[in-house]
């Protein structure tokens, strides 16, 4: 079993900034790729970043130099720093990761989501 908790969402103004965090805990053997993804109501699930574990990071066009993505291995942990928010990134964020259980099967688990909320 794996457990996913995020925290850090709430209501900024626009320019804001808000940092997210995800712990992992579990049966976690390795953790392979991280992700942050949001949800709009009506919407398709949006990929917002990615972190894999050779070090590299992704990002989607729209959070492209306003979002910094990171992680720390040795703690399970997954981060997602915010800045510059406009009220298009109000959604429901959502981290994901992949791995291997010490039972040495494959997971990929979600979190329960936090509410990110960017308005005047």
């Known amino acids: 079993q794996v457990q996913l908790v995020e925290s850090g969402g709430g209501l900024v103004q626009p320019g804001g900034s808000l940092r997210l965090s995800c712990a992992a805990s579990g049966s976690i053997s390795t953790i392979d790729a991280m992700d942050w993804y949001r949800q709009v109501p009506g919407k398709q699930r949006e990929l917002v970043a990615t972190?894999?574990?050779?070090?590299?990071?992704t990002y989607a066009d729209s959070v492209q130099g306003r979002f910094t993505i990171s992680r720390d291995n040795q703690q399970k942990m997954l981060f997602l720093q915010m800045n510059s928010l406009v009220p298009e990134d109000t959604a429901v964020y959502l981290c994901n990761i992949q791995g291997i259980t010490t039972r040495e099967r494959p997971f990929s688990w979600w979190g329960q989501g936090i509410q990110v909320t960017v308005s005047s």
């Open positions: 972190s894999t574990d050779t070090g590299a990071t």
